[in-house]
């Protein structure tokens, strides 16, 4: 199966940095960008664009609720009008700053709580996938791969939306093919190894065991690696060899 590895990045502010972007580019395919609602600024999208023509990856807009103070992490009451103006407002800035470096961009993937709100509301999937239809219909969108697949993919449908499936390595999974709760002991998966096998078993087979050791079949595109940290890089070189030795 060819999994494409994706990793959140340009998330620096003015003098501030944050993350090993130039370092981990070499080592994934598809890069989140973001877009100034909970990171990043003119400058910052610049640096981040011009790197990944330099190693060809392929640029997604990584859209936020309005809050940077809160790195959009903060759910917000929103109006679906509001959410089609937000989205369409950096998906505006990113691709312009694209165009001047000449290349496109390929897919959305929202970023924290406008994700996880996305996942569980389908009024606010809907606004969403609304606009990136009225923006460019050939963007895909990023989703969280699970046991509603089939029913966000009819959603999208409707507005001439396809979907890229995202799965997460290092978290565990329920029996229906949902996220574990952070919340919940065992959520987040420590072990490298552990990790790596699991990987290993969606590159081969697309399927993971969740936490009682039932076996999932999931749609995957893409794995999210976290970029963030010195342990986080050694991990995800493991699976771009991983990758490549496959």
Same mark, same amino acid.
């Given at each position: 199966?060819?999994i494409k590895l994706?990793?959140?990045?340009?998330?620096?502010?003015? #003098?501030?940095?944050?993350?090993?972007?130039? %370092?981990?580019?070499?080592?994934?395919?598809?890069?989140?960008?973001?877009?100034?609602?909970?990171?990043?600024?003119?400058?910052?999208?610049?640096?981040?664009?011009?790197?990944?023509?330099?190693?060809? /990856?392929?640029?997604?807009?990584?859209?936020?609720?309005?809050?940077?103070?809160?790195?959009?992490?903060?759910?917000?009451?929103?109006?679906?009008?509001?959410?089609?103006?937000?989205?369409?407002? *950096? /998906?505006?800035?990113?691709?312009?700053?694209?165009?001047?470096?000449?290349?496109?961009?390929?897919?959305?993937?929202?970023?924290? #709580?406008?994700? !996880?709100? =996305? =996942?569980?509301?389908?009024?606010?999937?809907?606004?969403?996938?609304k606009a990136i239809?009225?923006?460019?219909?050939?963007?895909?969108? =990023?989703?969280?791969?699970?046991?509603? !697949?089939? !029913?966000?993919? *009819?959603?999208? *449908?409707?507005?001439?939306? &396809? /979907?890229?499936?995202?799965?997460?390595?290092?978290?565990?999974?329920? &029996?229906?093919?949902?996220? $574990?709760?952070?919340? /919940? %002991?065992?959520?987040?998966?420590? !072990?490298?190894?552990? $990790?790596? *096998?699991?990987?290993?078993?969606?590159?081969?087979?697309?399927?993971?065991?969740?936490?009682?050791?039932?076996?999932?079949?999931?749609? $995957?595109?893409?794995?999210? $690696?976290?970029?963030? &940290?010195?342990?986080?890089?050694?991990?995800?070189?493991?699976?771009? %060899?991983?990758?490549?030795?496959?």
């Open positions: 199966m060819n994706n990793c959140d990045m340009g998330e620096g502010f003015g #003098a501030y940095s944050m993350g090993l972007d130039e %370092k981990i580019m070499p080592y994934i395919e598809m890069a989140n960008l973001a877009c100034g609602f909970h990171a990043s600024d003119p400058v910052t999208m610049h640096k981040s664009i011009k790197l990944c023509k330099e190693h060809d /990856l392929q640029i997604g807009c990584h859209p936020s609720y309005p809050d940077l103070v809160g790195f959009g992490r903060r759910e917000m009451s929103c109006s679906s009008e509001e959410i089609i103006s937000f989205i369409l407002y *950096q /998906l505006g800035a990113l691709s312009a700053l694209c165009k001047s470096y000449d290349v496109k961009l390929s897919y959305v993937k929202p970023h924290g #709580a406008l994700y !996880n709100a =996305m =996942m569980r509301d389908e009024s606010i999937f809907r606004a969403i996938t239809s009225k923006f460019d219909s050939n963007l895909k969108l =990023m989703i969280l791969s699970s046991g509603k !697949n089939d !029913n966000y993919a *009819q959603l999208a *449908q409707k507005y001439n939306i &396809n /979907l890229l499936y995202e799965v997460f390595a290092d978290r565990a999974y329920t &029996n229906e093919g949902f996220l $574990v709760p952070r919340s /919940l %002991k065992d959520a987040v998966i420590e !072990n490298k190894e552990e $990790v790596l *096998q699991r990987a290993k078993s969606l590159m081969r087979k697309g399927s993971l065991k969740s936490i009682d050791g039932k076996k999932l079949k999931l749609k $995957v595109d893409t794995l999210c $690696v976290h970029g963030d &940290n010195k342990s986080a890089l050694k991990l995800i070189k493991s699976l771009h %060899k991983l990758k490549n030795d496959l």
